[in-house]
């Protein structure tokens, strides 16, 4: 919210938003394990028998780096650093000061939504995984935009879309892992890592379906 209005904002919030930004990671990396564990188990509990055991298996090693990224995340938690900010946060928010810029939030959230939009035009036939990783993100910021705004529909719309390019990124991400764990695992446990990146990518292709209408529902409300 502090990006999405920084033009009328005339304090300085550059430090903060980088300290944030560094906490966002920490939270960031045991979050993306968790939604990557959560899609994974699922589906190897679905395999059932032997390759479901075999999953759990080749699960083990995410796990481990969920562990491990978990206690980077509660020593940050606990840290002065973490506490320090909580108050500088709270202290900037009671402190901003208003730049006087004549824009309105309406404008502050035609700009960002235009930003989308030009995204979405700019996309080829048949985008890129990365390309629709960018389109979410800008569909994210201008759903921040309308926040400020208190465009409800432009929010709902915006989240929809925000929601399915989403899976869509889960989805890549999760192949990408699976690829990563059966290049290194046994035969039987790559055998099954190839089941499960066959439903990660009917997955995909089912959001890459799904993300033209969000979008069309969405630019009606911009």
């Known amino acids: 919210l502090l990006r999405a209005g ?7 919030t550059a430090e903060l938003d980088e ?8 939270l960031g990396d045991v979050r993306d394990l968790d939604v990557l564990l959560a899609r994974l188990e699922a589906e190897a509990a679905e395999l059932g028998g032997r390759d479901g055991k075999r999953a759990e298996s ?7 780096e969920r562990s491990c990224s978990r206690s980077r995340q509660l020593a940050a938690l606990r840290s002065d650093e973490y506490l320090a900010l909580l108050d500088d946060t709270s202290r900037a928010i009671d402190e901003l000061e208003p730049s006087g810029s004549g824009v309105t939030l309406d404008e502050v959230a035609d700009r960002a939504s235009a930003r989308l ?3 979405v035009r700019k996309l080829p036939d048949d985008p890129a995984n990365e390309n629709l990783h960018a ?4 569909g994210k910021r201008a759903r921040y935009a309308a926040e400020l705004a208190g465009r409800k529909k432009l929010v709902r719309r915006a989240k929809k879309l925000q929601d399915v390019l989403g899976e869509h990124q889960d989805a890549v991400v999760a192949a990408e892992r699976l690829r990563e764990l ?4 046994a035969p039987e446990q790559a055998l099954v ?5 066959e439903r990660e990518e009917e997955r995909r292709s089912e959001a890459r379906t799904a993300w033209p209408k969000a979008w069309r529902k969405l630019s009606k409300a911009i």
Do not use: H, P
Request: no cysteine; proline share 0%.
């Open 58 to 64: 080749l699960l083990a090693t995410l796990r481990t």
């Open 182 to 185: 059966a290049a290194g695992a």
């Open 117 to 119: 939009r030009k995204a």
């Open 19 to 26: 300290r944030l930004k560094e906490l966002g990671r920490i």
């Open 6 to 12: 920084r033009e009328l904002v005339a304090s300085d």
């Open 135 to 138: 389109v979410r993100k800008k």
């Open 193 to 197: 890592a190839g089941r499960l990146l």
